[in-house]
């Protein structure tokens, strides 16, 4: 899986935007961009995934660069309960049933 | 509610001690996994199982060892024989085409630490 480089930590005012950014620039033409996010001592959740077209759901909005090597989340009206750890993987969407190795992500801290 | 629940969420071993961790989830979820976290850094494969009967290692097998009688748990123990046990453990499960996707749902952890 191709390896991604992520900022160790971020501030975000309430109620704005959060744009939190993905080096992938080794990604495989067959790889996906996954967004986990996991808040202090808790398990990790799903956020989203793309391939190359631009996603949205409830949770936030993925944007992926026309050469696939960055990609950006958007969490478009951040809240105090969106301080965590968010990671950025990029894998194969086929073969085992394994593989999601996260890295170090990145601090998100949402201020009142 | 449909979820996975982990226990217990605090552990405390003497080193030489086996310890097994609880993992049940009610989604009728195919797969299962094992994660280890340690302090600041992501998260490492221990074990998966994508069927019940079958299981195979993940990155970091060593000293650990798992059991998928049934299709709804997961029991992980830790062995003696790992040396460095003390850490965040992580269960997960899927369904068959999650497994692929990567939408993984997480329980809230086991913290073990090594006395």
């Known amino acids: 899986d191709a390896k991604t480089t992520q900022p160790t930590s971020m501030d975000c005012a309430e109620g704005r935007a959060a744009n939190l950014p993905c080096n992938h620039s080794?990604?495989?033409?067959?790889?996906?961009v996954y967004w986990y996010r996991q808040i202090h001592s808790q398990g990790p959740q799903y956020i989203i995934h793309g391939l190359k077209n631009n996603e949205t759901n409830e949770m936030a909005s993925l944007i992926i660069t026309e050469d696939r090597k960055s990609s950006t989340l958007i969490l478009p009206h951040a809240t105090l309960r969106d301080t965590a750890v968010y990671y950025c993987?990029?894998?194969?969407?086929?073969?085992?049933?394994?593989?999601?190795?996260f890295g170090s992500g990145t601090q998100l801290t949402v201020l009142p | 509610d449909g979820g996975i629940t982990q226990s217990p969420k605090y552990l405390f071993r003497k080193e030489g001690q086996n310890v097994t961790l609880s993992c049940e989830q009610n989604?009728?979820?195919?797969?299962m996994y094992w994660y280890r976290q340690d302090p600041g850094q992501g998260l490492r494969l221990i074990y998966y199982?994508?069927?019940?009967?079958?299981?195979q290692k993940g990155d970091i097998a060593e000293g650990y060892s798992v059991s998928r009688e049934k299709k709804e748990s997961f029991p992980l123990t830790v062995t003696s024989a790992q040396k460095n046990p003390t850490a965040f453990y992580l269960c997960?499960?899927?369904?068959?085409?999650?497994?692929?996707?990567?939408?993984?749902?997480f329980g809230e952890g086991s913290r073990l630490t090594v006395l």
């Open positions: 080794t990604i495989s033409g067959n790889e996906y």
């Open positions: 989604l009728n979820h195919d797969a």
């Open positions: 199982s994508q069927i019940v009967n079958d299981f």
């Open positions: 997960a499960s899927s369904t068959r085409q999650g497994a692929d996707t990567g939408e993984l749902f």
């Open positions: 993987i990029v894998r194969v969407i086929r073969g085992s049933a394994r593989q999601l190795t």
